[in-house]
């Protein structure tokens, strides 16, 4: 071997890599480092992407719980309302039970106080006609009497005279 011949190796393979290096700069470098930039990019812009998502995300959040607060408070007040017209109607109700009751208990008064002056006119009635029967059996028995009768006529004129 050629004592020359390591160090001509070495400057073959020096120039060679010095060529290789200038050609691999000149059209792999900017490709590569274009790559590695844009995958940086594309890397940036998902993490911000999936910070904005994430952002989103929480306003919806807070959205959707301020909504489902508002929907119970609404519901709240449906509810509260609802109450209160079912006791106003049941109040209604009792007070309007209570004015016809009142009305019911009133003309059963008033019937009843129908009937009993109708019974009592008729007492009166059966009264009268028994009285007047009566009278009238005592007077046909009074009148039968010749004697009897002349001392009623005379009782009864001297009761004219007196009035």
Same mark, same amino acid.
């Given at each position: ?56 995300? !929480? ?40 004015? !016809? ?47 009897? !009768? ?14």
């Amino acid at each position: 071997m050629n004592p020359t011949a390591p160090e001509s190796l070495v400057f073959w393979t020096t120039i060679i890599f010095v060529i290789f290096f200038i050609l691999l700069r000149k059209f792999a470098w900017k490709p590569i480092l274009g790559a590695v930039k844009g995958r940086e990019e594309s890397i940036n812009n998902a993490l911000a992407s999936a910070e904005a998502a994430r952002k989103e995300m !929480q306003n919806l959040t807070a959205d959707n719980e301020r909504i489902l607060h508002e929907a119970r408070m609404e519901r709240d007040v449906l509810l509260k309302e609802a109450r209160e017209m079912k006791d106003k109607m049941i109040a209604d109700s009792k007070h309007e039970a209570q004015i !016809q009751g009142e009305r019911m208990i009133e003309q059963a008064k008033a019937a009843i106080e129908a009937e009993k002056n109708a019974a009592m006119a008729e007492l009166k009635s059966q009264v009268s006609s028994l009285s007047l029967d009566i009278a009238e059996k005592l007077l046909k028995e009074e009148l039968s009497n010749k004697e009897a !009768q002349t001392k009623l006529v005379e009782k009864m004129l001297g009761d004219v005279k007196l009035n």
